[in-house]
Each structure stands twice: as C-alpha cells, then as structure tokens.
C-alpha cells in the first residue's frame, strides 16, 4: 500500500467533553493565516493537483438562488463545499468560493437587481458532518473577490433576509454554536452593509434562530423561528421550551412571540427544528414545519401482527418482560440466530433474579441504526398553517408523517410554499413530498435517481411544476412537479470520512463519503462528461449509507473491508459475491458494545488474514473477519448516558514495521498500546490534555 506513516503521532480535536473550553474565532482565524504562510514556503508548494473523481453522487446542498429572470442560471451552496454558480442550467458550475478562509455554508442570498452575493457560513443541519463557520461575506463581483462581514461566533446561520430596495439592510438568522453555549446567536440586523451588526432578538445561549421570512410587500414585517438545541459528543437535545415563531412588525428591532399556548401551535418541552415559508399570493398565510420531539399520548404503538419484531422487547419493565408469550419469544429468537444455550424460560428467569436486565434481547439483537430509525414514541413532523399573519395556528396534516424526519428532524426542517398556489407546498425530509390541498394530504415526489435527504426547493414563479432541489446527492431539476427529474451532478465535491489505496498498477483509491456510500476507482483517471457515451464511469459503488473506513487486501487487490455508521461493516471482493457481515456482539448480560458513528478498522499489513475491528474494546479475527474474538477490556472512560454511542474507540492502527504493535485512540482521550496483538494493553495516555478526541 502506498501510504506514508508518521507513527506514532496523535492528532487530538477539542470536541468531547464540556471540560475543554471552545475555540475562539480569533483563534480559528489565525491558525489559517498561519496555514497560509506554511503554504507559501512548503517545499511541494508548486504540485498541482488534478481531479480523478468520483463526482456522479456529488455532496449535500444547503441552499439555491435562482435568478428569476433566467432560471438557467443560479448558485448552489454545499455544506462543506463551498459556492458553485452556473449560467447554463446546471450543465457546468463554477466554484467562486474556494480562497476564502472558511468552506462550510449555511446560507447564501442574492441581490439580483445589482449582483451582490451574501454568504452566511456554517451549516445548521446541526448533524455529527455539520461544520462551524466563522459569519458572513459579501461580493460585489460574483465571486472574484470577497469582503468579510464579521459574526464570527455566529459559527452556524440559517437564513439572511436582504431588504428588496434597500441593499444595505439585511437580518440574519444566527443559530450559535453546536457543542457550547454562547451568546452570539438569534436575530442580528444591519443598515450599512453589514459594516455593524445589532442583535435585535435574543433568547438564551442554547436557542439562536434558524430561519427567517420577511414579507417583500412589507419588508418591515419579519417571522423569526427560534430553536434551542445543545449537542455533546454523547447527547443531541434536539429540543426545547424556548424554540418558538417570533414576528416583527418594526424591521426587526421589537419581536413578539406568536407561537405561546393559546396560537393553537406546537409547545412542551421537545419542540425542535422549525421552518417557515410565507405565501406570495396572500402574506398572511405562513406555513410551518416543526419537528416535535414531545413523545405520543400513550406511548410508542406495539406491533399488531402475530410475529413479534424486536421493537416489541424495546423500553419494556421488568414486569412486561416477564409476561410475554414464550412459545412466542422463544419462535422469534430461533429465527434470529439467537444464542442456541438461551430460552427464553432461562432469560426470564435470570431477569427475575435481576442478572439480566429487561432489555437483554434488544440490546443484543439491535442493529446499528435502530435507535436512529425508530421514531414510534415521538410525535415527529408537523406542518401548520397561519392564515391570520401569525395570531392562530392550525396543524394541517391529517395523518402522521412517521418516515418524514424518523428521529432526527434537527437535519431538514424546511417548507416551501408555491408563489402561484397558496395551498401548495412541498416540505424537505427523508424523502420531498408536496401537498396541494394545504398540508392536509402529501404525495412522494422522490424519483429514482433523486437521493434522499432534502435541504432545499426553489419553484419557478412563472411555473411551479419547475423545480430546482438540493440533497445530500447534489442537484436535481424536475418541469413536472417531480414526475421526471434531471440529476444536475458535474460538481466534484463531498464529505469523504476515510480515503485508502491499493497496490494495484495503476493504484486504485476508496473512500467513504458521508451519506453516499463507498466509492473506488483509478488513480489514472480524468474526471470528465466523455463516460456518458459509452456508460462506463470509472468509480464505481461498492456500499452504502454513510460510507466509512476501508481495508483492501493487497494480495489481490479485490478483498475489501468497507461498511457504514456505527460499525456497520462487511468483507466482500469487487465482483459482490462474496459478501460476509462483520457485527462483534457481546455476551448475553454484558454490557452492550458502543460503537463510533466512525468505527475504526484495520487489516494487517504482516498478515492479511487479521483483521481488527474497534467499539469500546478490539476485536480480532486470524480469519478474514470471521470468528471475532474481544482482545481487550473496554479502552475508554467507560460511556456517558446519553442518546449518542459515547466511550468508543475513534482509532485503531498496528505498525508498519511490528507485526501485533496496536495503538487505540477514543472520544474521551484515551490512548492504549499493546504489544502483543491484543493480548495485554497498557494506558499510555499519561500528560496528554484530558477529553479530547484522539482522531489519528
């Protein structure tokens, strides 16, 4: 493998534990200049480098302007991708934001009338890949240059409203920091060009805005939604008391609440994410999506059919677990591959005498994702309408949207009114669906070479089945209300989690990229649109989800390790026909294992028969991944409660020149050796900082 190491060296985030203090943007700022410099006298500062792809899935869209007058041309905006502008429909992009200190976005809003561009930087997705930005920046000349606006503790906005004959008013939705609190967030207002900012609305250092709609009829009068939200590296609340609609009817300087108790509108404690979309045809109707996290009156509903599924042993007392059918449990765990020596009559028996807890079997049979899915005891997505400017609320969808949002609605919350037709709308989640009776009934509008997970809609004002979306798979283009779309794709960007290269000649590279899977292809290749004539695209797929860590074997270059989130891996060769699922468990009564959204793996380069995989301990295989053993204790600080794996190991490497020389790294800062291949470890953290994420 052609790879360089510098062993053994540690690369620590401040990320894990409220105990380490945030980043200043001072300082954020000073380590690019430094970058910057380092750059200007690095002895390889002249290798140019070229693009070999894969670009055909492209990378998550935060934001599109559409210039109204000529809807081919418009500007996308990605999560860590920077600004692409084309004038062609799509066909070819322009990147225009690539020298600037800071390549995550949150927002972008155009002022057609004299071309000026604002960037409001650092996603609000508010998800594990979601980066802090450092404020806002402005361009006068489409991008050849660009004037810094400041807010650089806002690290995440969600919307910037321009005043439509005013260029130097603009307000600006800032959402704050993920990880900490702090003070720079809410509603921020400028009338000289974004020279001063004035914080007009602010609730608390955990609830900033993140989105905003002003009514171009009457720009003084604004919809300000507001969330709270607090993210550690072991617990996501996606919610709160204080999220909420504000309106202003003075430009921004004065805000009332218009969502409390008595409007009809969503409250408790697990209001999220919310947004709003104002209809151009009546301004007094204003659309809401919101994510309530309240959980359901009575609870999560149990499966009806005879068959029992493991949602039925999921959050059950000691009592229930004790009352249920064994004829029943003891088919479903036969069916399972459960362990052969357990009955159900010996599980409830030790669960009688507290040697096992209540949630023994889903603990041992949940699949890496289930908790993340399964969002049967929340209330989940809701739309509401105003049609009163705000005064009263009404929800509108009759039936549940269960696979809108499943638990995570903090990664979409979007709606989109038609500014032909008041009552249709379309609303950004898993899949995009529409609704044209006013929220009441939606269809799926996704189409097959659509990906999932959607941030934005622009519809055309002169013909709303013409639609332009963004995704975690790029653009897509539909003139039909999204019965056909166009996959508009040439823009070479992503979120890769792991890059690795073969021995092959020419070498081939992989990569895991956020949401798009695992990708593989030659280094040789030039990216270009000349594989459409014969069909033959270079990279080619090799797994799904979130693509994370890859292992190839070199001894024929065609055995791979590959798998997505929370450990979720598999072998297999590149023909696909030698797939084998790679899952350490633990022991029935154990402790269940606590897997990194990044779980690492490693295949050993002295013999390519071991293989290594890390949760809070290391697993061994001498056999290609079958038959894994635990080598280790558990090699963190033990877990956080929390609804986020936490306590995991984040690195997991042998030397190069020692065969069975391991190195673990964790979330909470642990580093361990063994010098044995797993068989005795040895905490060689000593002085290092505490709680730090050990990345490499």
């Excluded at 989640?429 to 799926?444: A, L, R």
Aim: hydrophobic content about 30%; proline content about 4%; some cysteine.
């Amino acid at each position: 493998m052609r790879k360089l190491t510098v062993f053994p060296a540690l690369l620590l985030v401040v990320f894990a534990n409220a105990q380490v203090k945030p980043t200043p943007a001072s300082e954020r700022m000073k380590s690019v200049e430094q970058r910057a410099a380092l750059e200007q006298k690095s002895v390889v500062n002249d290798v140019s480098f070229r693009n070999i792809g894969p670009t055909v899935m492209s990378g998550r869209v935060v934001d599109i302007e559409v210039n109204f007058a000529d809807p081919t041309e418009f500007y996308v905006a990605y999560a860590s991708g920077g600004l692409w502008h084309t004038t062609n429909n799509g066909q070819s992009f322009t990147p225009i934001f690539d020298s600037e200190a800071i390549m995550t976005i949150g927002d972008i809003a155009v002022n057609w009338s004299n071309r000026t561009i604002w960037v409001g930087t650092g996603e609000v997705n508010s998800s594990r890949s979601s980066y802090a930005g450092i404020g806002l920046y402005k361009s006068t000349n489409n991008g050849k240059s660009w004037e810094y606006l400041g807010l650089p503790e806002s690290h995440h906005i969600g919307k910037i409203q321009l005043h439509p004959t005013d260029p130097n008013t603009a307000w600006v939705a800032a959402l704050g920091h993920l990880y900490s609190p702090n003070k720079e967030r809410g509603v921020y207002k400028t009338t000289d060009g974004g020279k001063t900012w004035k914080l007009t609305l602010a609730i608390d250092e955990n609830t900033g805005a993140v989105d905003l709609e002003m009514n171009h009829d009457k720009p003084n009068e604004l919809y300000a939604a507001m969330w709270y939200r607090t993210r550690r590296a072991w617990n996501f609340e996606e919610g709160g008391k204080t999220s909420g609609i504000y309106k202003s009817t003075d430009g921004g300087e004065t805000w009332k609440l218009v969502s409390g108790p008595s409007s009809g509108f969503a409250t408790g404690d697990g209001i999220g994410r919310i947004g709003l979309s104002m209809a151009w045809t009546n301004t007094n109707t204003i659309y809401a999506i919101v994510d309530n996290q309240n959980k359901k009156e009575g609870g999560a509903a149990r499966p009806t059919s005879t068959g029992m599924t493991i949602r039925d042993f999921k959050g059950l007392s000691k009592d229930q677990f004790l009352q249920l059918d064994e004829k029943r449990v003891d088919s479903f765990l036969r069916n399972n591959r459960f362990p052969a020596e357990y009955t159900f009559s010996k599980i409830k028996e030790k669960v009688g005498k507290d040697e096992f807890k209540p949630s023994v079997i889903y603990d041992y049979l949940k699949g890496p994702n289930d908790d993340l899915l399964d969002a049967s005891n929340i209330i989940g997505c809701e739309i509401y309408r105003s049609d009163d400017g705000g005064a009263t609320w009404k929800k509108t969808n009759t039936k549940d949207l269960p696979n809108m949002y499943s638990t995570y609605g903090y990664y979409f919350g979007k709606v989109f009114v038609s500014p032909t037709n008041i009552d249709k709308i379309v609303i950004t989640g898993v899949p995009i669906m529409m609704s044209v009776d006013g929220g009441k009934t939606f269809t799926n509008i996704d189409g097959d070479n659509v990906h999932s997970d959607h941030h934005f809609v622009w519809m055309n004002y002169k013909r709303d089945s013409h639609m332009i979306i963004g995704n975690d798979g790029g653009v897509n283009i539909t003139y039909d209300d999204g019965k056909n779309w166009y996959k508009a794709n040439s823009i070479p960007v992503g979120q890769f989690y792991s890059v690795f290269v073969d021995e092959a000649r020419p070498y081939n590279v992989y990569g895991g990229l956020q949401d798009n899977g695992v990708w593989y292809g030659p280094s040789t290749n030039r990216e270009s649109s000349g594989w459409h004539d014969n069909g033959n695209y270079a990279f080619k797929m090799i797994g799904g989800g979130d693509g994370m860590q890859v292992q190839v074997d070199t001894r024929d270059n065609n055995t791979f390790y590959a798998g997505s989130q929370f450990g979720s891996y598999f072998r297999n060769n590149k023909q696909g026909t030698q797939r084998l699922p790679i899952r350490p468990r633990h022991q029935l009564g154990e402790t269940p294992l606590r897997f990194n959204w990044e779980t690492p793996i490693w295949l050993s380069k002295h013999n390519q028969d071991i293989f290594y995989i890390g949760s809070n301990r290391v697993h061994r295989s001498f056999n290609k991944a079958e038959n894994l053993q635990n080598v280790s204790p558990d090699l963190t600080k033990g877990g956080i409660s929390g609804d986020v794996p936490y306590g995991t190991l984040t690195c997991l490497i042998e030397s190069p020149i020692r065969f069975g020389l391991l190195y673990t790294g964790s979330d909470d800062g642990l580093v361990h050796v063994s010098k044995d291949g797993g068989y005795t470890w040895t905490n060689i953290t000593g002085k290092l900082p505490k709680d730090l994420w050990v990345s490499s």
